[in-house]
T-cell receptor
């Protein structure tokens, strides 16, 4: 158990819909990272938050947004869903965020299927 | 811009054979991490390398960071079926933690 909790574990929805994925980081971890893993794309970095503020942004679509709340949990919002958004979405947390070092602790992931 | 290639993409070995995956960067890396993802699982941290020429060992796993900090390798001696999974190098690119393409290892008993 990594200590990172993601909900829901599985989600099936239709194209055009909107979903919210939730992540609770390990106790004490200030940084939250979101990754998308699809079969042909590997693990793609989406976005990072540190103590409530956006710190780094990857190739995140405009239809996607995220935030980190004062209690440090994070939500990833995916809207106007397309078939290609079907993937496994991982959240990871890390103690710090301003330094280059420190391991990432991953949650079990949220598997999104768009039909 | 910075480019990191991880090779090979796939490796099929007989149990007991050795395995190596490489990450090669076009620019100097500040540090590099290695993760393992078992089939159906999530990535799990293995090691972090920071110093030029650093070598670290974990039982049958040996991790190296090149002298120029542009390449790194993970070597597994005498693979076992429990080594099956995808191995990723992870590097820092402008504050983003980027995963390499991964090397998927399969081990035939």
């Amino acid at each position: 158990d990594s200590g990172v909790t993601q909900t829901p574990k599985h989600l099936i929805t239709a194209t055009g819909q909107r979903v919210t994925l939730r992540c609770s980081p390990r106790s004490g971890d200030l940084s939250v990272y979101w990754y998308q893993q699809s079969l042909d794309q590997g693990l793609q970095f989406l976005i990072q938050y540190y103590n409530g503020e956006e710190r780094a942004k990857g190739n995140i679509l405009e239809r996607f947004s995220a935030q980190q709340f004062p209690d440090l949990h994070s939500e990833l919002n995916l809207s106007s869903l397309e078939l290609g958004d079907s993937a496994l979405y991982f959240c990871a947390s890390r103690r710090g965020g301003t330094s280059n070092t420190g391991e990432l602790f991953f949650g079990e992931g949220s598997r999104l299927t768009v039909l | 811009g910075q480019q990191v290639m991880q090779i090979p993409q796939y490796q099929h070995v007989q149990e007991g054979e050795d395995f190596t995956t490489y990450c090669n960067s076009s620019t100097t890396l500040s540090n590099i991490q290695w993760y393992k993802q078992r089939p159906g699982g999530h990535p799990v941290f293995l090691i972090q390398l920071v110093k030029s020429g650093e070598v670290k060992k974990q039982k049958r796993l040996t991790f190296q960071f090149g002298e120029a900090k542009k390449n790194s390798s993970l070597h597994i001696t005498a693979t076992q079926t429990t080594d099956v999974g995808t191995y990723f190098c992870v590097y820092n690119q402008g504050g983003k933690l980027i995963f390499g393409q991964g090397t998927e290892l399969s081990v035939k008993p």
